[in-house]
């Protein structure tokens, strides 16, 4: 038991725990979820054990002033707009506790060389392709045959898995026979929830692997199979009604609905360029905006649909200034690595850039198990002295 509560094993099944935020409750009024009290539990225990920050911080020092832009528009967006218990709400459970317990796990976990973030996410990520299997099996699909098994659609299913696909790929050598298993499990279930914008995010980052590995001299053979094998199933796809309707822009296609949706965005934006609809307010905006558009495709629409739209209404043009900026500093630390890659180094590039391109056509951050699978793997470039590890 004593094993078990040492604060690096408690914070990397806590990390294997995150789809648990589904199960929610209040605490004297105020509501919560399991990760997230075990997430709070984690950050109690890191700072009882009263370890110094002073290296750590300094090593991420240059990211505050962009991340407080962010948690800044947040608040002057929330305090204009009213809805302070949802915008509270959305700051704590999307924001606050996600930055910090990422930050204690990264600092919790760098050393460890079993137990690293990257093998907590894929376990995670297994454990729920096992049981959204479960659910195939059962026959518990939408109405349209896709997968999204203990998720509220088939995309936020995809997105969770999706990372999965990258740190399994990178670390095949390793352990083939298990990592063979695992991924075969988790590819299946990608594939069942036949998220096309998903399968594009993966596709474009696993050839930026490819290029990267190839640019400093490294065997991709497994790489380069995979992306022909999802190229094929791609192709496949082509003749599917699902694909017919995307291709063509059919009145009542996903795309088309996507459309209407970033138009009602666009025209909030245009109302509210500088402050935003504060954080959470998105869904009553949105049915409000009806009466300046033909009738609405899709009805329940919590988020727009789009990474930077989202950042831009929920945070206003403070925020959005400082996830670009944020986004631009990461990238360009990466860069003075980039003939140096270690494999974690990797892995956390092709996340982020697959975060960065589903989040054309989806919100990859506005969710509980989104908001902290970004900041993990934000904080695992980690600048030192000599080089980026993790």
């Not at 809805?83 to 606050?96: D, E, N």
């Not at 380069?224 to 059919?250: P, Y």
């Not at 990466?334 to 850039?353: D, M, R, W």
């Not at 908001?371 to 980690?382: G, H, I, R, S």
Request: hydrophobic letters at 55%; glycine letters at 6%.
């Amino acid at each position: 038991m004593k094993k078990f509560l040492k604060l690096e094993n408690f914070i990397y099944l806590t990390i294997v725990s995150l789809p648990l935020y589904l199960i929610r409750f209040s605490i004297f009024g105020l509501p919560t979820n399991v990760f997230e009290i075990m997430a709070l539990a984690s950050i109690i225990m890191f700072f009882i054990s009263a370890r110094s920050l002073k290296n750590e911080l300094r090593a991420y020092s240059k990211y505050f002033i962009p991340i407080g832009l962010i948690i800044g528009g947040l608040v002057l967006s929330m305090l204009f707009n009213g809805s302070y218990r949802t915008g509270l709400g959305v700051i704590k459970s999307w924001f606050i506790i996600p930055l910090i317990f990422a930050f204690i796990a990264t600092v919790s976990l760098q050393e460890e060389k079993k137990k690293t973030i990257f093998s907590a996410i894929y376990i995670s990520a297994f454990l729920v392709a096992c049981v959204a299997l479960g659910y195939f099996l059962l026959g518990k699909i939408t109405f349209d045959g896709r997968l999204q098994a203990i998720f509220n659609s088939p995309n936020y299913l995809a997105m969770y898995l999706s990372p999965a696909i990258i740190i399994g790929l990178v670390n095949f050598k390793k352990n083939k026979k298990s990592y063979t298993f695992s991924l075969l499990i988790i590819a299946s279930v990608l594939y069942l929830t036949f998220s096309y914008a998903a399968w594009l995010a993966a596709l474009i980052s696993l050839g930026l692997i490819w290029f990267l590995q190839k640019r400093i001299g490294k065997k991709s053979k497994n790489i380069s199979w995979i992306i022909i094998g999802m190229i094929i199933v791609i192709f496949w796809q082509l003749g599917t009604v699902k694909m017919t309707n995307l291709i063509h822009l059919t009145e009542r296609s996903s795309l088309a609905s996507r459309m209407m949706i970033w138009r009602s965005a666009g025209k909030m934006i245009i109302d509210n360029p500088i402050i935003g609809i504060g954080p959470g307010n998105f869904q009553t905006k949105y049915l409000a905006y009806q009466k300046y558009f033909p009738p609405y495709l899709e009805w329940a629409v919590p988020e727009p649909h789009n990474l930077l739209l989202a950042f831009w209404l929920q945070t206003g043009i403070i925020g959005l200034v400082g996830f670009i900026t944020l986004m631009f500093m990461w990238f360009k630390a990466l860069a003075k690595e980039i003939n140096n890659l270690s494999e974690n180094t990797l892995i956390a590039l092709a996340i982020v850039a697959m975060v960065l391109v589903h989040g054309f056509l989806d919100t990859t951050y506005f969710k509980n198990d989104l908001a902290v699978l970004f900041w993990l793997t934000f904080l695992a470039l980690k600048k030192n002295r000599s080089r980026s590890e993790y």
